[in-house]
């Protein structure tokens, strides 16, 4: 099948909240208990309807990934035993555990910002698709002069949900114009 791509349509207008007028102010201020979602609705995906995240451990060394606060992004990934990231080098750890993705999501395996700033430890080939059920294995890079030791436990990377979006793949004989264009690498600044 071919096509060209569809015709830009532009974005919605904003509204604009009505100003309070001076004799209202006096009341606004009194009634100024207001919650931000009582003025503005925003719709928000409560926790409990979310499908759950399953995690299958694989031996007695597999640990369950944790979120460290409240609103941290990503669950930390344990290591299942002790290895050496070589100086320079790459090894893939064990985790011990495998896993089931929410359909619509995949799991991404990103590096934990510690770990990179203090050591130059780094993830790579981090993708875990909703039908993949094999143990989740993290590559670890050493980007550091020294090798960096892994003990069984520590946390070794976070894992990130991220949606995603599968449309149908369409030929195009033409696409849109656009402000950027063809400009790649470093054409932005």
Do not use: C, W
């Not at 006096?26 to 009634?31: D, F, I, L, V």
């Not at 207001?34 to 003025?39: F, G, L, Q, R, V």
């Not at 503005?40 to 990934?65: C, G, H, M, N, Y």
């Not at 909703?130 to 294995?137: E, F, N, S």
């Amino acid at each position: 099948m071919s096509a060209t791509s569809p015709p830009h349509l532009p974005l919605p207008k904003r509204q604009k909240p009505n100003p309070i007028s001076p004799s209202q102010e006096s009341s606004a201020s009194t009634s100024a208990t207001m919650s931000a979602t009582e003025a503005f609705p925003v719709p928000v995906t409560k926790v409990s309807e979310q499908p759950p995240l399953l995690i299958k451990k694989l031996s007695d060394k597999a640990r369950l990934p944790t979120r460290g606060s409240e609103f941290a992004a990503g669950y930390d990934i344990y290591a299942a035993k002790d290895t050496v990231v070589p100086s320079r080098g790459k090894v893939l750890v064990d985790t011990d555990i495998s896993m089931a993705v929410p359909e619509g999501t995949y799991g991404r395996i990103a590096p934990r910002s510690g770990l990179a700033s203090k050591h130059m430890i780094d993830t790579g080939a981090g993708v875990i698709d909703a039908d993949y059920r094999g143990q989740v294995k993290v590559l670890l890079f050493n980007h550091g002069e020294k090798d960096f030791e892994v003990k069984e436990g520590d946390r070794i990377a976070q894992l990130i949900l991220e949606r995603i979006y599968t449309p149908e793949v369409v030929e195009a004989k033409e696409l849109e114009e656009s402000v950027r264009g063809a400009g790649g690498f470093g054409s932005t600044g």
